[in-house]
Nanobody, 123 residues
Framework: VQLQASGGGLVQAGGSLRLSCAASRRIFSNNGMGWFRQAPGKEREFVASISYNSVVTSYADSVKGRFTISRDNAKNTVYLQMNSLKPEDAANYYC?????????????????WGQGTQVTVSS
């Protein structure tokens, strides 16, 4: 397994979760990383991305100010801290490794995808 996401679960609205994604060194060290999500019946959507050196981050408008993406290159792990969760944040969350050192919102820019971790938010 090259990307392994974890940390999902059930949380009440207003609560927090931190997702983690462990990657193999080969596809992590020089690659941008991203988080996407997909809710039942909806298309996959971009959530957040981070460059290989953590200098550049990007967020979907719907999560700005509530979610924070970060990475620990020594651990080959990318994180998504999710605060002030809303019922509309409920989805299966996927981490992905970009084809380049920087990451974009377009999923076609990503070469590797994890299996997803489920986030459920109760109102």
């Amino acid at each position: 397994v090259q990307l392994q996401a974890s940390g999902g679960g059930l949380v009440q609205a207003g609560g927090s979760l931190r997702l983690s994604c462990a990657a193999s060194r080969r596809i992590f060290s020089n690659n941008g990383m991203g988080w996407f999500r997909q809710a039942p019946g909806k298309e996959r959507e971009f959530v957040a991305s981070i460059s290989y050196n953590s200098v550049v981050t990007s967020y979907a408008d719907s999560v700005k100010g509530r979610f924070t993406i970060s990475r620990d290159n020594a651990k080959n792990t990318v994180y998504l801290q999710m605060n002030s969760l809303k019922p509309e944040d409920a989805a299966n969350y996927y981490c992905a490794a970009s084809r380049t050192s920087y990451a974009r919102s377009d999923g076609s820019n990503y070469a590797y995808w994890g299996q997803g971790t489920q986030v459920t938010v109760s109102s």
